[in-house]
């Protein structure tokens, strides 16, 4: 079982660019969110989405867009690439029954701004 | 404004020793979750608390869920070096869809 995919696993970006990352999931979760990482912290909740068709913004959402028209596939986009970008990117994929919720990560892309 | 604040922020102790790991809130969440997550990895769930004042155990890792849901804490009894990671609390604030992470907290356990 694949699970969470995402691409690329690392990637440089000159100041300014923009570059989409990919993730994709096989599980049918129907909630599917985006997170960056800096080192030695926890994760901050760019965009999530419940459903093909609906996203919404979480606690760091600028300089970032999403978009949801499948429920396998979840794609960040860049927009103009910042230094402050700079940080390890999480795709997860996630369920919740009777209050229980588990989030299934991808192996994560290390992102570099410069 | 971060949600769930965990303290410490760093922990360093020798093994066999034990130590307590806090998650807080001033925000109700419906359950909580702990993660550890390895150096290049993602997250990996070790467990929900879903009721307030819920105990639960795992092997030597012991979760509790404060009795008005807003804080958890995880106990570790005779730390061993196979526990050094970064542990992460997560859940979705009631009222919200979304779901958040912790501030964590690196623990090293030496030999």
């Known amino acids: 079982n694949a699970g969470v995919t995402q691409t690329p696993k690392f990637q440089v970006l000159k100041t300014g660019q923009s570059m989409t990352l990919q993730c994709a999931q096989d599980?049918?979760?129907?909630?599917m969110s985006w997170y960056r990482q800096d080192p030695g912290m926890g994760l901050r909740l760019i965009h999530y989405s419940v459903g093909a068709g609906i996203t919404d913004q979480g606690e760091v959402p600028n300089g970032y867009n999403v978009s949801r028209s499948t429920t396998e596939d979840f794609p960040l986009r860049l927009l103009s690439a910042a230094p402050s970008q700079t940080s390890v990117y999480f795709c997860?994929?996630?369920?919740?029954?009777?209050?229980?919720?588990?989030?299934?990560f991808g192996q994560g892309t290390r992102l570099t701004v410069v | 404004t971060q949600l769930l604040e965990q303290s410490p922020q760093f922990l360093s102790i020798q093994e066999g020793e034990n130590l307590t790991v806090y998650c807080n809130s001033s925000s109700v969440f419906s359950s909580l979750q702990w993660y550890r997550q390895e150096p290049g990895e993602g997250p990996v769930l070790l467990v929900t608390?879903?009721?307030?004042?819920e105990v639960k155990k795992l092997k030597r890792l012991t979760f509790q869920f404060g009795d008005a849901r807003k804080d958890s804490s995880l106990h570790i009894t005779a730390a061993q070096p196979g526990d050094t990671g970064l542990y992460l609390c997560a859940g979705s604030p009631e009222g919200t869809y979304k779901y958040i992470f912790g501030t964590g907290t690196r623990l090293k356990v030496l030999a």
């Open positions: 608390v879903v009721t307030g004042g």
């Open positions: 997860a994929s996630s369920y919740s029954s009777w209050g229980r919720t588990e989030a299934f």
């Open positions: 599980m049918n979760h129907e909630y």
